[in-house]
Protein backbone atom coordinates (compact mmCIF):
# COMPACT_ATOMS: atom_id res chain seq x y z
CA UNK A 1 0.00 0.00 0.00
CA UNK A 2 1.36 3.29 -0.92
CA UNK A 3 1.14 6.40 1.80
CA UNK A 4 3.72 7.42 4.44
CA UNK A 5 2.31 4.95 7.73
CA UNK A 6 2.71 7.10 10.92
CA UNK A 7 3.93 5.35 14.28
CA UNK A 8 0.94 4.07 16.21
CA UNK A 9 -0.29 5.83 19.03
CA UNK A 10 -2.25 4.82 21.86
CA UNK A 11 -6.06 3.76 21.24
CA UNK A 12 -9.01 4.11 23.85
CA UNK A 13 -11.93 1.27 23.25
CA UNK A 14 -14.96 0.99 24.55
CA UNK A 15 -17.85 -1.25 23.59
CA UNK A 16 -17.38 -4.18 21.21
CA UNK A 17 -17.12 -7.90 22.29
CA UNK A 18 -15.16 -7.35 25.01
CA UNK A 19 -16.97 -3.83 26.68
CA UNK A 20 -19.32 -3.70 29.72
CA UNK A 21 -22.38 -4.54 27.55
CA UNK A 22 -20.69 -8.54 26.06
CA UNK A 23 -19.29 -8.48 30.07
CA UNK A 24 -22.91 -8.09 31.44
CA UNK A 25 -24.62 -10.61 28.42
CA UNK A 26 -21.68 -12.89 30.10
CA UNK A 27 -23.04 -12.22 33.42
CA UNK A 28 -26.76 -12.59 32.50
CA UNK A 29 -26.06 -16.03 30.72
CA UNK A 30 -24.48 -17.24 33.65
CA UNK A 31 -27.33 -16.26 35.77
CA UNK A 32 -29.68 -18.52 33.46
CA UNK A 33 -27.72 -20.95 34.10
CA UNK A 34 -28.10 -20.77 37.94
CA UNK A 35 -31.57 -20.56 37.09
CA UNK A 36 -32.53 -23.19 35.04
CA UNK A 37 -30.26 -25.79 37.83
CA UNK A 38 -32.26 -24.00 40.95
CA UNK A 39 -35.29 -24.47 38.77
CA UNK A 40 -34.74 -28.00 37.71
CA UNK A 41 -33.10 -28.84 41.40
CA UNK A 42 -36.53 -27.29 43.44
CA UNK A 43 -38.74 -29.78 41.05
CA UNK A 44 -36.69 -32.91 41.81
CA UNK A 45 -37.37 -31.81 45.70
CA UNK A 46 -40.72 -31.30 45.05
CA UNK A 47 -41.00 -34.84 43.16
CA UNK A 48 -38.79 -36.79 46.24
CA UNK A 49 -40.83 -35.48 48.55
CA UNK A 50 -43.60 -37.88 47.10
CA UNK A 51 -41.74 -40.87 48.60
CA UNK A 52 -42.32 -39.78 51.78
CA UNK A 53 -46.01 -40.75 51.22
CA UNK A 54 -45.72 -43.82 48.86
CA UNK A 55 -47.71 -46.36 49.76
CA UNK A 56 -45.84 -48.99 49.93
CA UNK A 57 -43.51 -47.32 52.04
CA UNK A 58 -45.93 -46.19 54.50
CA UNK A 59 -47.17 -50.11 54.53
CA UNK A 60 -43.45 -51.12 55.79
CA UNK A 61 -43.34 -48.76 58.82
CA UNK A 62 -45.63 -51.62 60.26
CA UNK A 63 -43.40 -54.12 59.96
CA UNK A 64 -40.36 -52.08 60.41
CA UNK A 65 -41.08 -48.63 62.56
CA UNK A 66 -37.48 -47.95 63.24
CA UNK A 67 -36.48 -48.54 60.24
CA UNK A 68 -39.12 -46.44 58.28
CA UNK A 69 -38.26 -43.29 60.70
CA UNK A 70 -35.06 -43.37 60.01
CA UNK A 71 -35.87 -43.36 56.50
CA UNK A 72 -38.22 -40.14 56.43
CA UNK A 73 -35.67 -38.90 58.43
CA UNK A 74 -32.72 -39.11 56.29
CA UNK A 75 -34.75 -38.62 53.21
CA UNK A 76 -35.99 -35.35 54.78
CA UNK A 77 -32.37 -33.83 55.89
CA UNK A 78 -31.74 -35.05 52.24
CA UNK A 79 -34.22 -32.90 50.82
CA UNK A 80 -34.63 -29.98 53.50
CA UNK A 81 -31.56 -29.79 55.51
CA UNK A 82 -28.98 -26.50 56.04
CA UNK A 83 -27.18 -28.80 53.10
CA UNK A 84 -30.62 -30.56 51.01
CA UNK A 85 -30.99 -30.43 47.45
CA UNK A 86 -33.91 -28.48 48.04
CA UNK A 87 -31.29 -25.69 50.19
CA UNK A 88 -28.84 -26.03 46.68
CA UNK A 89 -32.14 -24.63 44.70
CA UNK A 90 -32.51 -21.91 46.56
CA UNK A 91 -28.90 -20.83 46.71
CA UNK A 92 -28.96 -21.44 42.69
CA UNK A 93 -31.84 -18.78 42.86
CA UNK A 94 -30.17 -16.29 44.59
CA UNK A 95 -26.95 -16.25 42.51
CA UNK A 96 -29.56 -16.07 39.70
CA UNK A 97 -30.73 -12.96 41.07
CA UNK A 98 -27.52 -11.56 42.47
CA UNK A 99 -25.70 -11.66 39.27
CA UNK A 100 -28.28 -10.30 37.37
CA UNK A 101 -28.47 -7.22 39.75
CA UNK A 102 -24.75 -6.95 39.43
CA UNK A 103 -24.66 -7.18 35.56
CA UNK A 104 -27.54 -4.61 35.63
CA UNK A 105 -25.61 -2.28 38.31
CA UNK A 106 -22.41 -2.67 36.59
CA UNK A 107 -23.98 -1.48 33.52
CA UNK A 108 -26.09 1.27 34.88
CA UNK A 109 -22.48 2.80 36.71
CA UNK A 110 -21.04 2.84 33.39
CA UNK A 111 -23.82 4.00 31.17
CA UNK A 112 -23.42 6.86 33.91
CA UNK A 113 -19.59 7.24 33.91
CA UNK A 114 -19.96 7.40 29.36
CA UNK A 115 -22.81 10.44 29.87
CA UNK A 116 -21.11 12.39 32.55
CA UNK A 117 -17.07 11.66 31.52
CA UNK A 118 -17.52 13.96 28.72
CA UNK A 119 -20.04 16.72 30.22
CA UNK A 120 -17.28 16.31 33.64
CA UNK A 121 -14.41 17.04 31.47
CA UNK A 122 -15.77 19.63 29.33
CA UNK A 123 -16.36 21.55 32.38
CA UNK A 124 -13.14 21.36 34.10
CA UNK A 125 -11.35 21.90 30.90
CA UNK A 126 -13.00 25.16 30.22
CA UNK A 127 -11.49 27.89 32.03
CA UNK A 128 -8.31 26.87 30.95
CA UNK A 129 -9.07 26.67 27.49
CA UNK A 130 -10.90 29.52 27.68
CA UNK A 131 -8.06 31.38 28.88
CA UNK A 132 -5.92 30.13 26.24
CA UNK A 133 -8.30 31.37 23.31
CA UNK A 134 -8.37 35.01 25.14
CA UNK A 135 -4.33 34.45 25.09
CA UNK A 136 -4.38 33.70 21.12
CA UNK A 137 -7.13 36.46 20.53
CA UNK A 138 -4.94 39.00 22.54
CA UNK A 139 -1.67 37.82 20.86
CA UNK A 140 -3.41 37.70 17.26
CA UNK A 141 -6.46 39.47 17.03
CA UNK A 142 -8.12 36.53 15.09
CA UNK A 143 -11.24 35.21 16.87
CA UNK A 144 -11.10 31.89 14.35
CA UNK A 145 -7.87 31.40 15.45
CA UNK A 146 -8.93 32.05 19.14
CA UNK A 147 -12.12 29.71 18.83
CA UNK A 148 -9.44 26.71 17.40
CA UNK A 149 -7.15 27.72 20.52
CA UNK A 150 -10.41 26.67 22.75
CA UNK A 151 -11.77 23.69 20.91
CA UNK A 152 -8.12 22.14 20.36
CA UNK A 153 -7.57 22.16 24.47
CA UNK A 154 -11.28 21.38 25.32
CA UNK A 155 -13.49 19.78 22.52
CA UNK A 156 -15.99 18.20 25.49
CA UNK A 157 -17.08 21.87 26.01
CA UNK A 158 -19.55 20.75 22.82
CA UNK A 159 -20.74 18.30 25.12
CA UNK A 160 -21.56 20.90 27.75
CA UNK A 161 -23.19 23.34 25.53
CA UNK A 162 -24.75 21.01 23.58
CA UNK A 163 -26.39 19.49 26.38
CA UNK A 164 -27.42 23.14 28.15
CA UNK A 165 -28.87 24.53 24.94
CA UNK A 166 -30.43 20.95 23.69
CA UNK A 167 -28.75 21.40 20.15
CA UNK A 168 -30.25 18.57 18.99
CA UNK A 169 -33.51 19.06 19.46
CA UNK A 170 -33.51 22.26 18.23
CA UNK A 171 -31.73 20.80 15.12
CA UNK A 172 -34.41 18.18 14.75
CA UNK A 173 -37.22 20.95 15.26
CA UNK A 174 -35.21 23.42 12.61
CA UNK A 175 -34.67 20.41 9.97
CA UNK A 176 -37.85 19.17 10.46
CA UNK A 177 -39.90 22.08 9.42
CA UNK A 178 -37.61 22.59 6.27
CA UNK A 179 -39.00 20.64 3.46
CA UNK A 180 -35.99 17.27 2.73
CA UNK A 181 -37.34 16.62 -0.88
CA UNK A 182 -35.82 13.06 -2.42
CA UNK A 183 -32.53 12.23 -3.28
CA UNK A 184 -31.61 12.48 -6.96
CA UNK A 185 -28.64 10.49 -8.35
CA UNK A 186 -26.48 11.13 -11.30
CA UNK A 187 -23.98 8.25 -12.22
CA UNK A 188 -20.55 9.92 -12.65
CA UNK A 189 -18.46 7.12 -13.64
CA UNK A 190 -16.26 4.79 -12.54
CA UNK A 191 -13.01 5.70 -10.79
CA UNK A 192 -9.78 3.38 -11.45
CA UNK A 193 -7.21 5.67 -10.04
CA UNK A 194 -5.74 5.33 -6.50
CA UNK A 195 -7.25 3.22 -3.89
CA UNK A 196 -10.40 3.20 -5.65
CA UNK A 197 -8.36 0.84 -8.50
CA UNK A 198 -7.76 -1.44 -5.82
CA UNK A 199 -9.37 -4.00 -3.10
CA UNK A 200 -8.88 -2.60 0.36
CA UNK A 201 -6.66 -4.82 2.35
CA UNK A 202 -7.21 -3.08 5.35
CA UNK A 203 -8.91 -0.02 7.96
CA UNK A 204 -6.35 2.54 6.34
CA UNK A 205 -7.09 1.14 2.55
CA UNK A 206 -10.57 2.30 3.71
CA UNK A 207 -10.17 5.73 4.79
CA UNK A 208 -7.84 5.99 2.06
CA UNK A 209 -10.33 5.68 -0.64
CA UNK A 210 -13.12 7.62 1.75
CA UNK A 211 -10.34 10.52 1.91
CA UNK A 212 -10.22 10.17 -1.88
CA UNK A 213 -14.25 11.01 -2.48
CA UNK A 214 -14.27 12.97 0.13
CA UNK A 215 -11.61 15.40 -2.09
CA UNK A 216 -13.88 15.31 -5.11
CA UNK A 217 -15.23 19.23 -5.67
CA UNK A 218 -18.35 18.10 -6.20
CA UNK A 219 -20.77 18.26 -3.33
CA UNK A 220 -22.86 14.86 -2.45
CA UNK A 221 -20.03 12.43 -3.95
CA UNK A 222 -20.03 9.12 -2.82
CA UNK A 223 -19.00 5.81 -4.28
CA UNK A 224 -20.15 2.24 -4.37
CA UNK A 225 -17.19 0.01 -4.82
CA UNK A 226 -18.65 -3.85 -5.80
CA UNK A 227 -15.77 -6.20 -4.83
CA UNK A 228 -15.27 -9.70 -6.51
CA UNK A 229 -13.59 -12.50 -4.18
CA UNK A 230 -12.53 -15.96 -4.50
CA UNK A 231 -14.95 -17.73 -6.08
CA UNK A 232 -17.02 -15.21 -7.63
CA UNK A 233 -18.56 -14.16 -4.11
CA UNK A 234 -19.93 -10.56 -4.09
CA UNK A 235 -19.35 -7.82 -1.72
CA UNK A 236 -20.02 -3.66 -1.64
CA UNK A 237 -19.07 -1.02 0.23
CA UNK A 238 -20.21 2.31 -0.38
CA UNK A 239 -17.82 5.22 0.75
CA UNK A 240 -20.21 8.53 2.02
CA UNK A 241 -18.62 12.08 2.59
CA UNK A 242 -19.54 14.90 4.93
CA UNK A 243 -20.94 17.92 4.96
CA UNK A 244 -19.82 20.49 2.55
CA UNK A 245 -22.41 23.00 2.52
CA UNK A 246 -23.44 25.07 6.29
CA UNK A 247 -26.42 26.78 4.57
CA UNK A 248 -29.68 26.36 6.39
CA UNK A 249 -32.34 26.78 4.33
CA UNK A 250 -33.40 24.49 1.43
CA UNK A 251 -31.27 23.96 -1.18
CA UNK A 252 -29.86 21.44 -3.76
CA UNK A 253 -27.37 20.28 -1.40
CA UNK A 254 -27.78 16.96 0.51
CA UNK A 255 -24.52 18.19 2.53
CA UNK A 256 -26.06 20.81 3.69
CA UNK A 257 -27.11 21.79 7.52
CA UNK A 258 -30.94 20.26 6.96
CA UNK A 259 -29.29 16.57 6.63
CA UNK A 260 -27.17 16.95 9.71
CA UNK A 261 -29.97 17.89 11.98
CA UNK A 262 -32.35 14.96 10.79
CA UNK A 263 -29.71 12.25 10.86
CA UNK A 264 -28.60 13.49 14.43
CA UNK A 265 -32.07 12.67 15.49
CA UNK A 266 -31.81 9.45 12.76
CA UNK A 267 -34.46 10.70 10.98
CA UNK A 268 -34.39 9.28 7.06
CA UNK A 269 -32.75 12.18 4.69
CA UNK A 270 -32.73 13.06 1.14
CA UNK A 271 -28.97 12.13 1.32
CA UNK A 272 -29.61 8.49 2.56
CA UNK A 273 -32.47 8.13 -0.11
CA UNK A 274 -29.41 8.82 -3.01
CA UNK A 275 -27.34 6.32 -1.11
CA UNK A 276 -29.62 3.87 -1.42
CA UNK A 277 -30.54 4.73 -4.91
CA UNK A 278 -27.10 4.87 -5.55
CA UNK A 279 -26.48 1.16 -4.18
CA UNK A 280 -29.63 0.10 -6.65
CA UNK A 281 -27.43 1.85 -9.67
CA UNK A 282 -24.50 -0.43 -8.61
CA UNK A 283 -25.98 -3.50 -9.12
CA UNK A 284 -25.59 -4.50 -5.12
CA UNK A 285 -28.02 -7.21 -4.78
CA UNK A 286 -30.42 -8.37 -1.60
CA UNK A 287 -27.65 -11.11 -1.03
CA UNK A 288 -24.35 -9.06 -0.96
CA UNK A 289 -22.99 -7.97 1.79
CA UNK A 290 -22.68 -4.27 2.45
CA UNK A 291 -20.20 -2.24 4.58
CA UNK A 292 -21.05 1.56 4.73
CA UNK A 293 -18.15 3.96 5.20
CA UNK A 294 -18.63 7.64 6.52
CA UNK A 295 -16.81 10.66 7.52
CA UNK A 296 -18.70 13.42 10.04
CA UNK A 297 -22.41 13.91 8.20
CA UNK A 298 -21.91 10.86 5.98
CA UNK A 299 -21.18 8.47 8.92
CA UNK A 300 -24.28 9.82 10.41
CA UNK A 301 -26.48 9.04 7.22
CA UNK A 302 -24.73 5.46 7.01
CA UNK A 303 -25.68 4.70 10.19
CA UNK A 304 -29.33 5.18 9.29
CA UNK A 305 -29.19 3.58 6.34
CA UNK A 306 -28.21 0.55 7.99
CA UNK A 307 -30.94 0.59 10.31
CA UNK A 308 -33.50 1.34 7.32
CA UNK A 309 -31.86 -1.11 4.69
CA UNK A 310 -32.49 -4.31 6.99
CA UNK A 311 -35.88 -2.83 8.31
CA UNK A 312 -36.77 -2.84 4.73
CA UNK A 313 -35.54 -5.77 4.08
CA UNK A 314 -33.44 -4.14 1.09
CA UNK A 315 -29.41 -4.88 1.38
CA UNK A 316 -27.41 -6.95 3.76
CA UNK A 317 -25.85 -4.14 5.49
CA UNK A 318 -23.36 -6.01 7.68
CA UNK A 319 -20.65 -3.50 8.78
CA UNK A 320 -20.57 0.27 9.41
CA UNK A 321 -16.96 2.69 9.61
CA UNK A 322 -17.61 6.04 11.06
CA UNK A 323 -14.96 8.66 11.17
CA UNK A 324 -15.34 11.90 12.80
CA UNK A 325 -19.45 11.05 13.64
CA UNK A 326 -21.28 12.25 16.31
CA UNK A 327 -23.19 9.01 16.09
CA UNK A 328 -23.92 8.76 20.02
CA UNK A 329 -28.03 9.20 19.67
CA UNK A 330 -28.54 6.33 16.59
CA UNK A 331 -25.87 3.76 17.24
CA UNK A 332 -27.72 2.04 19.93
CA UNK A 333 -30.43 1.54 17.75
CA UNK A 334 -28.41 -0.95 15.23
CA UNK A 335 -29.41 -3.95 14.77
CA UNK A 336 -27.62 -6.77 16.62
CA UNK A 337 -26.33 -8.22 13.24
CA UNK A 338 -24.72 -4.84 11.79
CA UNK A 339 -21.54 -3.80 13.65
CA UNK A 340 -19.98 -0.65 14.09
CA UNK A 341 -16.35 0.67 14.59
CA UNK A 342 -16.54 4.70 15.37
CA UNK A 343 -13.37 6.32 14.49
CA UNK A 344 -12.96 9.07 17.35
CA UNK A 345 -9.95 11.65 17.48
CA UNK A 346 -9.96 13.03 20.75
CA UNK A 347 -9.23 16.49 19.61
CA UNK A 348 -11.93 16.56 17.29
CA UNK A 349 -15.45 18.56 18.40
CA UNK A 350 -17.51 17.05 15.31
CA UNK A 351 -18.31 13.57 17.73
CA UNK A 352 -19.28 16.09 20.47
CA UNK A 353 -22.05 17.77 18.82
CA UNK A 354 -24.96 15.53 19.47
CA UNK A 355 -24.06 16.06 23.28
CA UNK A 356 -24.10 12.24 24.25
CA UNK A 357 -21.09 9.49 24.00
CA UNK A 358 -21.41 6.39 22.26
CA UNK A 359 -23.39 3.69 24.19
CA UNK A 360 -21.45 0.37 24.83
CA UNK A 361 -22.89 -2.33 22.73
CA UNK A 362 -21.83 -5.37 21.37
CA UNK A 363 -21.78 -4.63 18.10
CA UNK A 364 -20.66 -1.23 19.01
CA UNK A 365 -17.03 -0.79 19.15
CA UNK A 366 -15.43 3.29 19.45
CA UNK A 367 -12.11 3.59 19.54
CA UNK A 368 -10.21 7.13 20.14
CA UNK A 369 -6.97 8.62 19.58
CA UNK A 370 -5.33 11.84 19.72
CA UNK A 371 -4.63 12.99 16.19
CA UNK A 372 -4.87 15.77 13.87
CA UNK A 373 -2.54 19.57 14.26
CA UNK A 374 -4.45 21.80 16.45
CA UNK A 375 -6.75 23.04 14.35
CA UNK A 376 -10.57 22.31 13.85
CA UNK A 377 -10.73 21.48 9.80
CA UNK A 378 -7.36 19.80 10.65
CA UNK A 379 -8.37 17.78 13.62
CA UNK A 380 -11.39 16.44 11.33
CA UNK A 381 -10.15 15.92 8.13
CA UNK A 382 -10.06 12.06 6.64
CA UNK A 383 -6.32 12.96 5.71
CA UNK A 384 -4.84 14.82 8.34
CA UNK A 385 -6.97 12.92 11.44
CA UNK A 386 -8.78 10.06 10.81
CA UNK A 387 -6.03 8.04 8.36
CA UNK A 388 -3.14 7.68 10.44
CA UNK A 389 -5.97 7.22 13.61
CA UNK A 390 -6.84 4.17 11.46
CA UNK A 391 -3.19 3.11 11.46
CA UNK A 392 -2.96 3.51 15.23
CA UNK A 393 -6.40 1.16 15.53
CA UNK A 394 -5.77 -1.31 12.71
CA UNK A 395 -2.12 -2.18 15.06
CA UNK A 396 -4.30 -1.93 18.54
CA UNK A 397 -4.14 -5.03 20.11
CA UNK A 398 -7.52 -4.44 21.90
CA UNK A 399 -9.71 -7.64 21.76
CA UNK A 400 -12.91 -4.75 20.88
CA UNK A 401 -11.25 -3.80 17.57
CA UNK A 402 -9.38 -7.30 17.11
CA UNK A 403 -12.64 -8.66 16.44
CA UNK A 404 -14.11 -6.15 14.95
CA UNK A 405 -11.69 -6.88 12.06
CA UNK A 406 -11.62 -10.47 11.66
CA UNK A 407 -15.17 -10.36 11.21
CA UNK A 408 -14.85 -7.64 8.51
CA UNK A 409 -11.89 -9.70 6.98
CA UNK A 410 -14.34 -11.02 3.98
CA UNK A 411 -13.47 -7.04 2.77
CA UNK A 412 -10.37 -7.14 2.38
CA UNK A 413 -9.63 -10.05 0.35
CA UNK A 414 -11.49 -9.35 -2.59
CA UNK A 415 -9.74 -10.32 -6.07
CA UNK A 416 -10.71 -7.28 -7.83
CA UNK A 417 -12.61 -4.22 -7.15
CA UNK A 418 -15.12 -1.90 -10.21
CA UNK A 419 -15.66 1.66 -8.07
CA UNK A 420 -19.29 3.22 -9.43
CA UNK A 421 -19.52 6.93 -8.60
CA UNK A 422 -21.99 8.77 -7.81
CA UNK A 423 -23.22 12.80 -7.06
CA UNK A 424 -26.55 12.82 -4.98
CA UNK A 425 -28.03 15.62 -5.06
CA UNK A 426 -31.88 17.02 -2.84
CA UNK A 427 -35.16 17.67 -5.63
CA UNK A 428 -37.96 18.57 -3.99
Known amino acids: MSGVRPAPHPVSVTGGTHGIAAE ?5 GLAHQFGTAATDTIAATAALHGYLFAPGLTLSAVLDPIGFADFEAEL ?3 LDGTSGLGWAGAQCAALD ?6 AAAYEAVDRLDIDARDLVRGGVDAPAALAAGLAVLLASGN ?14 LADVLVTALDIPTLLHTIAGAIPDGHGAVTDTGTDAGGPAGRPPRGLVDLLRDLGRRGGDPRHGEIDVRILTGPGGARRAIVDITGTKSWDPLPTSDVTS ?15 EGGVLAAMRAAGVRRGDDVMLVGHSEGGMVA ?8 ARGEFTVTHVVTAGSPVGRTAGSLPAQVRLLALENTQDVVPHLDGVANPDRVNVTTASGRRGDGTVVGDHTVGSAYLPLAADVASSRD ?5 FL ?17 QIRRSY
Not at 143 to 156: F, N
Not at 303 to 310: G, P, T
Open 97 to 102: VQLRLA
Open 406 to 422: ASAAPYFAADSVETHTY
Open 24 to 28: GAELR
Open 76 to 78: LLA
Open 303 to 310: VNAARHAL
Open 399 to 403: PSIRD
Open 143 to 156: PLRAAQAVVARDPQ
Open 257 to 271: LTTNGRALAGEPTAY
